[in-house]
């Protein structure tokens, strides 16, 4: 991933909590079958060894063929996103020296992936997956919830995956590279965009410390 010095995030616990916020995957492979990609949610299992990504995928899904055979995956997070326009810039009045742009938070992680078959694995990682969003709400859902017999029978229609993490990296382009009248006016505009999850980003001036 191009990654200029002042948008590069490389600090763990950031890329960690972003993949948490934001954990719907694009998970891509190159494997015989040529490029596929898909979306999955993933949840992340963070210990002493390493991070793990870990998820589920439909049985008939064609891109089980390559994550079988071991092809190295890509997995891309996208966080926060939006078009600033450069009518946002102060220093634009000045002297009309600016252009629209994108600002966006992305993590990619790589690694080698494994199909796991085990239905007592598959629903741990449901049960994990579903704890974690359902979380604070007031009526929280439990995979213990649905008949068991029900439960059993849609294991029989998914395969596990598990991607340990052999690379992790991050880009925040936030308008670091603009100076603080430009940030404060794409914040403003932001925020009248309904956009306020990217306008504070912008306004921390990077990604959070």
Sequence with gaps: MYRP???REDRAEV????????????LITAGSSGLIANVIPFSLRVSDSGEVLCGHLARANEQIVALREGTPALIVFQGPQGYVSPSWYPTKREHGKAVPTWNYVIVQARGIPHIIDDPEWLLSQIGELTDAHENGREE?????????????????????????????????????NQPEQNRLGVVAGLRNDGNSALADLVMSGTSPR
């Design 15 to 26: 890329l960690h909590d972003a993949i948490r916020a934001h954990p719907l995957g694009t």
């Design 5 to 7: 010095s002042v948008f």
């Design 140 to 176: 929280p859902w439990s995979v213990n919830d649905a008949p068991a017999s029900f439960v059993q029978t849609l294991l029989k229609g998914i395969v596990g995956l598990e991607i340990p993490v052999d690379f992790l990296e991050g880009k925040w382009k936030v308008s670091q």
